[in-house]
DNA sequence: GTGAAAGCGCTAACAT
DNA sequence: ATGTTAGCGCTTTCAC
């Protein structure tokens, strides 16, 4: 009676063969007679055999475990683009380990030592609002482990990232209130030293040109939480030229102008359209439900999982690769219907 | 110039001693004279020496990995009770993977099988729902790994569990009401033949009879959707003698129960008081905001994690432990306030 | 067609 | 106080 799991050892004993035969059989090496194959492997199949996973990753230098590093878990995005990230690992054979760094950089910097300890093959990272410093993230680099960034990716390091398309999204969500009769959107914004800031405005910015509306700044606030939505609306909505339309920096603050349009008696959709951004949990509990666009997370956690993938199986391409990742528009019923297309 | 991570062997090859003394220098080992270790331990420090984890593995058979399998990862319980175990595994050193079964028995299978194979040394498990058959489980406890179910538990299986205490939030909810006035509750639940839905009525019927209300059957339906809950309350309502209160199944129930209330022109919470349950999101986006109950995700993740690492660690003790999280009181501005206490 | 031996990085008996 | 050796499970030359 032996103890521990089936080794390779164990077989070439009972079978009176040697180890490297049972290890070449098992890979169906030609090498080997097809009977001593057949016995080797229905020996295995019959005592369930299993590879151990350590010797093998010893030899090979390469355990098949991917990190990721997310700001939180419990969060509908994160969580969203992890489950995407799961699914190509587990299609390819590797494992995930998560950390999160609870948007502490210290926390992130332990993160980071964790993964290259467990000398993982490549990490998946979206970083802390709180870390302003790059050196953790160069150490992996310099541990020769392939780093990809997504959504809050990392300027300051030269690698390959995945962001969501917040330009293109923020345009065709205006350019949608545009189509649908509004004339003056309002813009609300979180404060515009963020990259995705910048990017949102542009968007905005850009529709309203292509259709030749009038750029007011006055329309244009910080405003990137339901309280502060309801505030700002509020107070732009009874001025005397009101807008017809808000483009907001995400559900929250949606819901906020929502609320204040509801209580100044005004109509949604007719009388004032508001689009979201995120499609998250809240978009649907609104009366009535608001329109917004999908970040895809799925479609992130998979496409970086794959670059990073790619990355470490063809460790010799060292071309930079950017993806981004459409926006989904998703419209409810914050916001009137498209005119019949000729 | 060599290649790849700096082992022992480069080490105790620059230093001119031999690979064990530079062994036992790294661990401070009191037989190696000070100045060694000294040596040794500045050269390290210096050039960033970091102990190969996987050739650790292979000689301790402990590879610190815990292997979490969880329904759906984009849902505000499972991603806080996963935050919870990270939190402790991190403390303890240990690395979570994570895999989802996205409610699929098949799938459940596989994750099971992936994680035999990457040896992890224990498993944590919320079961799908589409699980009625336990081999899987069985075979990891075969293969000698602790196993520690949570939320969704398996009854077919002898291992520890860790589960929320749905009969005492029940009844801590419902004779909340009651204490604050209500004097016919319904009770809102899921299909009666889930453990939750029997625990859940328990708790229910036992708070109506501390307090001596009598029971209506007719008071007691099946909903456990924001649309079912706004259907069955809308009918329940209109009857001539309709309830006061309303213990829902969760959240969104709670939700279109509100919303029918607000549509028959009860106000809430003077007419009418309302129960959620779990905490989610949706909880405090409502208005008013839902009274509910946590469920303490991140307590339940801390404390399976916990039970496995002592279970792991002391595996000669075999003495079954289940573990019920307490719920957590959560009152918003769906249920009236108490009467002063005396 | 099969076996013996070395080696992946590290530790721990067992020398000296 | 330090070095030598063997071994964790597996693969892969290199022999025969």
Redesign the interface.
């Known amino acids: 009676m032996k103890k521990?799991?089936l080794t390779i050892k164990d077989i070439a004993k009972d079978l009176n063969i040697s180890t490297s035969t049972v290890s070449r059989a098992l890979k169906d090496n030609p090498d080997i007679s097809p009977e001593t194959r057949k016995m080797v492997q229905d020996y295995a199949k019959k005592h369930k055999y299993?590879?151990?996973?350590?010797?093998l990753?010893?030899r090979t230098?390469r355990?098949n475990?991917i990190g990721v590093i997310v700001p939180?878990?419990?969060?509908?995005f994160f969580?969203?683009v992890?489950?995407g990230m799961?699914t190509i690992a587990?299609d390819k054979d590797y494992?995930?380990?998560?950390?999160?760094s609870s948007e502490d950089y210290n926390r992130e910097i332990?993160n980071v030592q964790?993964l290259?300890?467990?000398?993982v093959c490549g990490v998946l990272i979206s970083q802390s609002k709180t870390t302003t410093n790059y050196d953790h993230f160069q150490e992996l680099l310099d541990?020769d482990i392939p780093v990809i960034f997504f959504d809050r990716i990392c300027t300051g390091i030269d690698t390959d990232k995945v962001v969501v398309d917040d330009y293109s999204g923020t345009f065709t969500a205006v350019e949608y209130m545009i189509k649908t009769g509004c004339k003056r959107i309002a813009f609300f914004t979180a404060p515009m030293h963020l990259e995705i800031s910048k990017n949102r405005k542009n968007g905005y910015l850009d529709a309203l040109r292509k259709y030749h509306l009038p750029v007011d700044e006055s329309l244009i606030r910080i405003a990137d939480t339901k309280l502060l939505g309801y505030e700002k609306a509020k107070e732009i909505l009874q001025e005397p030229n009101r807008p017809d339309g808000f483009m907001a920096m995400n559900d929250y603050t949606a819901?906020g102008v929502l609320?204040a349009a509801k209580e100044l008696k005004l109509k949604v959709p007719d009388e004032v359209s508001i689009f979201g951004f995120s499609n998250s949990?809240?978009s649907q509990?609104?009366?009535p439900m608001l329109s917004t666009m999908d970040q895809r997370?799925m479609e992130v956690g998979k496409q970086a999982m794959e670059l990073l993938l790619e990355k470490i199986e063809n460790p010799e391409n060292t071309s930079r690769k950017n993806k981004i990742i459409k926006t989904s528009l998703i419209v409810r019923q914050t916001t009137r219907s498209l005119p019949e297309e000729l």
Chains 1, 2 share one sequence.
């Open positions: 521990g799991p299993k590879p151990n996973a350590l010797a990753s010893l230098q355990n475990i939180e878990l419990a969060n509908h969580s969203g992890l489950s799961e587990e494992h995930v380990i998560v950390c999160q332990r964790t290259i300890k467990a000398r541990n819901s609320l949990n809240i509990d609104t009366d997370p």
